[in-house]
């Protein structure tokens, strides 16, 4: 299949749960960005525009989703930040079932610039009790966990997404596990916890590490919260030597989360966080990965840093 990027993955699948008349799609004027606009073609009677106003989109999610449908809202995700007041107590709160997908997350959309990176936006609904939060490595893992999020999880839940296009991962036949860390390479000296678009580059890393007898296992956090504790635990007994890697500040993403899981667990091991440490740039993905020490050649040089 052809690289896709996962807020695309996130509209075709909305296409395929819609056939389900509880599903609503609520947007914030970013239709064509969302990829909304294929559900609103194919269900316009269950899509609500509801244009620059996402305090009242994410309020009458809500109140949908209190009165029996199954509501999907989507924008940017820096959008979503912004706030968090409303997803904290009328969501939250709540205990609303309202699936928030927040789009256009990290330094790789590129040259839209720092005002519309989501940097913060794990950091911030991770401090939620009640809030899932789902970040798929490509368009296979996104078909699984919008099918997942629509039908199987109670509770409200944030899905993030690529503006970028990423490379599957995965195979036809894969089974998505909310909150099951998913291995994707066995290694023996070193784990790479990665999370997004990170996951690719935490393999071309492990590939190239190989290259030079370092074994290197790499493990995709699809769920960041609910967090799979034992997975990261297991991999810190096993090779002592972690480095987590994510579009993302480092300051309360999956780096934090993979520290706490480490030192409650009282596992003596070594780890380096990979992510970003600033606001972001304009500039091509590409460049911005380098740039802020993401790319697959930083996320190696983290590991060998471990192996001194």
């Known amino acids: 299949m052809a690289a896709t990027a996962t807020r695309q993955a996130f509209g075709d699948a909305l296409v395929k749960v819609g056939s389900d008349p509880r599903v609503v799609v609520i947007d914030g004027d970013t239709k064509n960005s969302t990829f909304t606009e294929l559900f609103a073609e194919q269900y316009p009677d269950r899509f609500i525009e509801l244009g620059i106003a996402e305090n009242n989109m994410l309020g009458v999610a809500a109140g949908l989703a209190l009165s029996g449908k199954i509501p999907w809202a989507a924008t940017f995700s820096t959008f979503i930040v912004g706030r968090l007041e409303v997803v904290r107590m009328s969501v939250c709160y709540n205990e609303a079932n309202v699936r928030i997908a927040g789009t ?19 950091a911030a609904l991770r401090a939620l009790p009640n809030m899932a939060i789902v970040q798929p490595c490509d368009s296979i893992e996104t078909h699984h966990a919008v099918e997942y999020l629509t039908f199987e999880h109670v509770g409200p839940a944030f899905l993030r997404l690529t503006r970028q296009k990423l490379e599957d991962v995965h195979q036809e036949g894969y089974r998505f596990v909310f909150g099951k860390a998913d291995q994707l390479r066995q290694g023996t ?29 790499v493990l995709n956090i699809h769920t960041i919260a609910p ?82």
């Open 104 to 122: 256009h997350v990290g330094v790789g959309i590129g040259d839209d610039g720092a005002s519309q990176m989501a940097l913060e936006d794990i």
């Open 189 to 217: 000296d070193v784990t790479l916890i990665a999370t997004g678009a990170l996951v690719q580059e935490a393999l071309a890393a492990a590939k190239a590490l190989d290259g030079e007898g370092v074994s290197a296992g």
């Open 227 to 308: 967090l799979d504790v034992d997975a990261i635990v297991g991999a810190a007994r096993s090779t002592g030597r972690i480095v987590s890697a994510e579009d993302h500040n480092v300051n309360g993403g999956l780096g934090s989360a993979v520290a706490e899981a480490i030192a409650e667990a009282g596992i003596p091991a070594r780890l380096v966080r990979v992510g970003t440490r600033a606001f972001g740039e304009s500039g091509s993905q590409e460049e911005l990965y380098d740039r802020f020490g993401l790319s697959a050649t930083h996320v190696a040089d983290a590991a060998r840093s471990l192996m001194g």
